[in-house]
């Protein structure tokens, strides 16, 4: 690997944010454990930074426009400052596209959004009138859709797995996902119709969403392609809650058979639309039925709210251990602004956020963040850097400046 040009490579990424963070130099991942051929850099403050080649154990500094090896000068682009807290050098032992290698699998849901611009929460909602917003957008939509589109956009080999209805509809969103890149494998059923669901986004940061879902509610075990499993390195079971033959017994053949294929697996808690609907004895059932899928988990991903929620307890710190107690290989936490944790059962781990410049996009950050964390599982990089390239990528999100949802 020629140093020149994986140092450009990292340098043009926007997942290579080289800031400075504090006094003095900052490696990008001290942890030398890699045994790989890989590009180690330091920055300093006053913007030199140095190149270490871990081939050849090369190392050179460089000046802030001075001309690199190749003889050509070429400056580093002029980017926006980050704020203080987000500054950090995410360049590691990741090759330099860092996802370019990774194959992720994705069985879950795929439905129309319809996503309204925010608007502010009240009791005039509930009365007759009309409410007029700056937009209302027509986007595919559904976990496993989004985290397909997200996986794909950021570099990723990526195949969907899933079902719609026999219409124009499922036509219309295959298509728009086969645009993305992404491989699909869907099962087209005449007796189902292809679901919408209505998203009504508030400013005050929350969300709620009215849905007919009928194909990822009849979504069955018979209707995944497993063939597609082996060329893939990682499944992601999202949408885990929507189909009553899933849950019961879907899931779990389906995480048996990935692992089978020689896959890492993850599993996204989303709120169990049931929960505070259905009874208590129901809801607990369902709630076991997945319990019993954990030991096939390798990542299991999920708010702090879900999370608490599905291990019936109020304290992050207990469900995190119940979750592993209960046989998952780690938790990531989707924190909000406070950032994102994993725990693995020792410690957990927590990486602030990245405040973002502006707000051009209010959900789905929570399937970026468990998107960048499935396709980096298996780097040889330690935890702390993957959370905060993480982080990183879902302040971009959040600014504008990545498209991950397709419109329609």
Known sequence: MASTKAYRQLWRSRCARVAIMGNGPRKANPDA???GKWIKLS?????????????????KTYAHGVDLPSGRPERPPQRTALPHACRSMLVSMIPATPFAAAGLCVAGNLNRDLRIAPIAPGRYLFQDGETSVPFIRET???????????AAALGAKVAFLGKVGADSLGLRLEEALRQ?????????DSATTTGTSI???YDSGQRHFVSCLANNESLMFEDLDLSVLPRYEHLARTDVWFSGAMLYGGNQRLLRAAREAGMSTSVDLNWDPQWGVASQAEVDR????????????????GNIRELSEFAGTGELEIAMRRIVDWGAGAVVVHMGAAGAGYFDGRALVVEPACPPARQANATGTGDVLSVCMMLQHRLPVAVREKLRLANAIVAEYIEGARAFVPAL
């Open 180 to 188: 993305q890149g992404v491989e699909m494998h869907l099962q087209h």
């Open 286 to 301: 369902r709630k076991q039925a997945m319990r019993d899928v954990l030991p096939w988990a390798d990542l299991v991903h």
């Open 43 to 59: 920055a300093q403050t006053d913007g030199t930074f140095s190149v270490i080649n871990g081939r050849n154990g090369f190392t």
């Open 140 to 150: 595919t939509g559904g976990g496993g859709a989004n985290t397909a589109c997200a």
């Open 199 to 201: 998203n009504l986004v």
């Open 33 to 35: 454990a890699c045994q």
